[in-house]
């Protein structure tokens, strides 16, 4: 069974930092490719960045360029998400995400992030 565990989101104040984590098992993680998006309260869920296979190639939303870093540990089946100089519009709900060789999709239970003066 594909499981998507994340944790790590909670309450931060604007500026500062915070890392998330999604812990996942049930297919090949070293061949999957792992994003994370973000849903806004009252908003669509969004794309924020991925990490593709060996984790050398990375892509990011525009909104989050230069301030946030995805990464991944094969070895622990971990993806993570830096993110740093957070704004109020970082709040949302973050959600990991797994497309795996067979082309599959799955998602992690979200961990809320919510950004407040």
């Known amino acids: 069974q594909v499981e998507l565990v994340e944790s790590g989101g909670g309450l931060v104040q604007p500026g500062g930092s915070l890392n998330l984590s999604c812990a996942a098992s049930?297919?090949?993680?070293?061949?999957?490719?792992m994003s994370w998006y973000r849903q806004p309260p009252g908003q669509e869920r969004e794309f924020v960045a991925s990490?593709?296979?060996?984790?050398?190639?990375?892509n990011y939303a525009d909104s989050v360029k230069g301030r946030f870093t995805i990464s991944r540990d094969n070895a622990k089946s971990t993806v993570y998400l830096q993110m740093k100089s957070l704004k109020p519009m970082a709040t949302a709900v973050y959600y990991c995400?797994?497309?795996?060789?067979?082309?599959?999709?799955?998602w992690g239970q979200g961990t809320p992030v919510i950004v407040v003066s």
């Open positions: 990490s593709f296979r060996a984790g050398t190639e990375t």
């Open positions: 049930g297919f090949t993680f070293s061949s999957a490719a």
């Open positions: 995400s797994a497309q795996t060789a067979q082309d599959y999709n799955y």
